[in-house]
T-cell receptor
């Protein structure tokens, strides 16, 4: 399975934008890029996903490099509630979701 | 609230014992996944069921087993428990098993402590 690399931790100030990077140099053409986050004492929750084009939803934006070997999750205005572990995952749409691994993720700390 | 329910929330038991964790997926979701999250191993995929049938297996020990019932709820059975089995166990559900859009909804987890 294609793997992802994320920084262990990042810090941000409240109400400032946050850019969370993810490297996936061995991504295949059938891999979608998914982001999940896990708030303290909760199960992971879906944030956003994309294939080639940049994507926006109410939670975040996903910027995907032209060669698809990296992507960036953008939180436009971080709040204290955004403090969580963020996981970047590759999912081959031809295979089932359980086969993708979550990795260690990036722990985001938001300072007031 | 993801719509996925898990019971019990906490479970404390002794080594060698057997426990059953229960998961009810979101209404309409056919696929159920089980994950184990321990401090040193992160989130590990254990097993997936789709509409009652096993669809994928991950790093699941032989002492562990699962099933999905006709009403789509699932149970994870852990036997001959060891101290190292202490972890958070998450259940997730999704509408389908494969596909480009396959958002997983996670439950709140069951915290298992083996003494």
């Amino acid at each position: 399975d294609a793997k992802t690399t994320q920084p262990n931790s990042m810090e941000s100030n409240e109400e400032e934008p946050v850019h969370l990077p993810c490297n996936h140099s061995t991504i295949s053409g059938t891999d979608y890029i998914h982001w999940y986050r896990q708030l303290p004492s909760q199960g992971p929750e879906y944030v956003i996903h994309g294939l080639t084009s940049n994507v926006n939803n109410r939670m975040a934006s996903l910027a995907i490099a032209e060669d698809r070997k990296s992507s960036t999750l953008i939180l436009h205005r971080a709040t204290l509630r955004d403090a969580a572990v963020y996981y970047c995952i590759l999912r081959d749409y031809r295979t089932n979701a359980g086969k993708s691994t979550f990795g260690d993720g990036t722990t985001l700390t938001v300072k007031p | 609230d993801s719509g996925v329910t898990q019971t019990p929330k906490h479970l404390i038991t002794a080594t060698g014992q057997r426990v059953t964790l229960r998961c009810s997926p979101r209404s309409g979701d056919l696929s159920v996944y089980w994950y184990q999250q321990s401090l040193d191993q992160g989130l590990q995929f254990l097993i997936q069921y789709y509409n009652g049938e096993e669809r994928a297996k991950g790093n699941i020990l032989e002492r562990f087993s699962a099933q999905q019932f006709p009403d789509l709820h699932s149970e994870l059975n852990l036997s001959s428990l060891e101290l190292g089995d202490s972890a958070l166990y998450f259940c997730a559900s999704s509408v389908v098993s494969e596909g480009s859009y396959n958002e997983q909804f996670f439950g709140p987890g069951t915290r298992l402590t083996v003494l």
